[in-house]
């Protein structure tokens, strides 16, 4: 099985550091220097200039060929022209070497690092152990600031930008003289002295227990808080997905409100109905009616055809019901 690998905390910062020069050594880490070595000395500035590796040797080339020429030929118009040339050339180097000279100093992030060398914690000032506390204490505090509980006004953040920096300058000084002491309590243990110095090795020992249960008890504090908010973050998410669907409801309550109105107005439409049914039931019959009140009001047009039998006989059988020649 692979061990776990060891963490590496990031820098950290005394939080009374100038906002702009603690920014400044944040963004250059490679530039800070471990407390447990001593400072570097200043870096004296010198002036470079970069175009003159590449002007010189060709203008020297041309000047050096023609003075060989003219010793060669012995021409004085050949050493004249090989004089200006000279000149020439050491007044075109001269001008490109001030047009490209420029001044090597100290960086500004190397001169901070130094000029607030001590306020500032690397992962190389601290033994194992506290590398892995620190490790945590970062952690916890960068799950704190990235909250958006702040943003909501839950949290106050001026607590944060404040107290959390206090917090993981004050751990990892504590961290660092912890590393510190513990070293020291390991070169004592392995000297051999004549006297029994058990009980003062046993004391430092319980000291150092004593102090890494403290500081860890701290780190611990840290991880808790970041899990509660971390819950009350998972809670605020719950209370606003409730507020979303309570919002939500009142649209579907409207949407049964118009769904019982659409029913109630299509039981008035169904009344409208069978009352327009009946109407047209009504408007036939009076129609039928009228239609047979015009038939029977009609006038003749003209004579009727004469019947096959007389009127006065009142019909095919006699007046008096019976056939002719018949008697009763």
Do not use: K
């Amino acid at each position: 099985m692979m061990a776990a690998p060891d963490p590496r905390p990031r820098p950290v910062f005394d939080p009374t550091l100038p906002p702009a020069q603690r920014d400044l050594l944040a963004a250059h880490p490679h530039a800070l220097i471990p407390a447990t070595r001593p400072p570097p000395p200043p870096v004296r500035a010198r002036w470079e200039f970069p175009d003159l590796p590449d002007r010189f040797p060709a203008r020297l080339a041309v000047v050096s060929a023609l003075f060989l020429v003219a010793l060669m030929t012995r021409s004085g118009a050949l050493i004249l022209v090989t004089g200006l040339g000279l000149v020439l050339v050491a007044v075109n180097l001269a001008i490109a070497g001030l047009l490209s000279a420029r001044r090597i100093g100290e960086s500004p992030a190397r001169a901070a690092a130094r000029h607030y060398h001590g306020r500032y914690l690397l992962a190389e000032d601290l033994d194992a152990p506290a590398r892995a506390l620190l490790h945590s204490a970062q952690e916890a505090v960068a799950a704190v600031t990235a909250s958006p509980l702040a943003a909501t006004g839950h949290v106050e953040p001026i607590d944060h930008a404040v107290v959390l920096p206090e917090q993981l300058w004050e751990i990892g000084t504590r961290l660092r003289r912890l590393t510190d002491m513990r070293a020291r309590a390991r070169v004592s243990s392995d000297i051999q002295l004549d006297v029994d110095v058990s009980g003062l090795l046993a004391e430092r020992r319980a000291a150092l227990r004593a102090a890494d249960a403290a500081v860890t008890a701290r780190v611990e504090a840290l991880e808790r808080y970041a899990a509660h908010l971390a819950a009350a973050e998972e809670h605020h998410r719950h209370l606003a997905a409730v507020r979303q669907l309570m919002e939500e409801q009142q649209e579907y309550r409207d949407l049964l409100a118009a769904s019982a109105a659409d029913e109630q107005a299509i039981g008035q439409v169904e009344e409208l109905t069978d009352r327009a049914r009946l109407a047209e039931a009504d408007l036939r019959r009076s129609l039928e009616e009228a239609a047979q009140a015009a038939r029977l009001l009609a006038p003749d047009d003209g004579p009727q055809p004469p019947s096959p039998h007389r009127e006065d006989d009142g019909g095919p059988d006699g007046p008096d019901g019976t056939a002719p020649g018949t008697t009763g």
